[in-house]
């Protein structure tokens, strides 16, 4: 529940947010795979680089050593014939043991490259062997580290030998220094061989390494085209998600126009965001509000304006019914008006004729009385 929760508020954070922030956080997101992936294949590419400069040092450095070493062991035993030559002639050529002398030192000169070589090589192979990451190689550095410490054993063996050849040559015990300088015969051979032996493991180790190297830049083109179609899917889908966030909102706000173009003022939007189509639907619930009260403002002063209408309308009927009765009253003193008129016209005739009769008496009365 608790994780349904979280992501029912991320979701609602997300809802929130302006457009503008959510394209930056896309862009910025899409730039973060992008930088991801350059910085998976700069650290294969360098791990690759350094893989490579420790097997070219490696091997190398392995290869001119043991190279010396054997070089040196060749020249010493030049030098160990030389002072069995010499020893056999010191009682016939007055500088032969001088010569002696020269064949030994000539010799532990060697002895001391010899080691100071085997020792190099001891410390690079535990050099090279740190920090690899591959337990194979680290296997197959021990591996020849155990060859060396064993080979600077024998070499030491073979130096012991020496010694006491050297001794037997000085006292004139030819004898026993040839059977010694053939035991040195043999051990010098195994020695060389031994070094061989570490050369062939050196190349074993190095093509494994190079099997490697390859596998690592393998694995980081896969890598690189893994990551980068995860970063083209993510980017498509938060594309698609950002895209909906914003088209939906439009959508709601195109059909609740429709509605309010047909007169249809019933709708009510459900607004659940605070962003920019968030605050759009708002207006236009608002809008919706404001012209149902206008419409409901006109329709109120549209009924007053009908009762007035209605009440002037019975206004005007009783005045023309007045008006009519007075119409009739008129008529009926216009008739009498009429009547009395006529009538006053006869009694005027009437009295005009009694003055003609009243003025015919009164000439016959003077007539008579003259």
């Keep these: 529940m608790k994780i349904i929760r979280n992501i029912g508020l991320k979701a609602n954070l997300f809802k929130n947010m302006r457009i503008g922030v959510r394209l ?40 001119k050593v043991i190279t010396e070493i054997t070089n040196n062991q060749a020249k010493q035993a030049i030098w160990l014939e030389k002072a069995l030559r010499h020893a056999l002639q010191i009682d016939k050529m007055p500088g032969a043991r001088k010569n002696l002398k020269i064949a030994e030192a000539e010799f532990e000169k060697l002895s001391s490259s010899v080691r100071n070589g085997l020792k190099d090589m001891e410390r690079h192979v535990i050099n090279s062997t740190v920090n690899t990451g591959s337990e194979k190689i680290e296997e197959g550095s021990a591996d020849i580290l155990k060859k060396i410490r064993a080979i600077k054993k024998r070499y030491t063996d073979y130096e012991n030998y020496a010694s006491v050849v050297f001794k037997f040559l000085d006292q004139g015990n030819i004898m026993a220094s040839e059977v010694l300088a053939k035991q040195m015969s043999i051990e010098g051979y195994n020695i060389h061989n031994e070094l061989i032996q570490v050369i062939r493991k050196i190349e074993g180790d190095t093509k494994t390494s190079i099997t490697m ?52 003022f019933s709708i009510s939007i459900e607004v659940n965001r605070k962003d920019e189509t968030g605050q759009m639907l708002e207006t236009i619930n608002n809008m919706v509000e404001k012209l149902k009260n206008i419409i409901i403002d006109v329709k109120s002063t549209a009924d007053t304006v009908s009762l007035a209408s209605q009440d002037l309308s019975d206004s005007s009927e009783e005045m023309l019914s007045e008006i009519s009765e007075h119409t009739v009253r008129t008529s009926q003193i216009a008739t009498a008006s009429t009547e009395m008129s006529l009538t006053v016209i006869d009694i005027a005739n009437n009295a005009t004729n009694i003055a003609s009769f009243a003025t015919v008496l009164q000439g016959q009365q003077k007539r008579e009385k003259a």
């Excluded at 350059?38 to 490696?58: A, P, Q, S, Y």
């Excluded at 890598?223 to 993510?234: H, P, R, T």
């Design 24 to 63: 930056f956080s896309m862009i910025s997101f899409v730039l973060l795979l992008i930088i991801i992936i350059c910085v998976f294949g700069i650290l294969k590419i360098h791990n690759m680089g350094i893989e490579t400069e420790r097997i070219v040092k490696e091997d190398m450095v392995l290869s």
């Design 213 to 264: 190297v390859k596998r690592e830049g393998d694995v980081a083109g896969k890598g690189m085209v893994i990551v980068g179609l995860s970063a083209i899917f993510f980017a498509i889908i938060i594309s698609l998600f950002i895209t909906r966030s914003i088209t939906m909102p439009l959508k709601k706000g195109i059909e609740a126009a429709r509605y309010i173009a047909k007169g249809d």
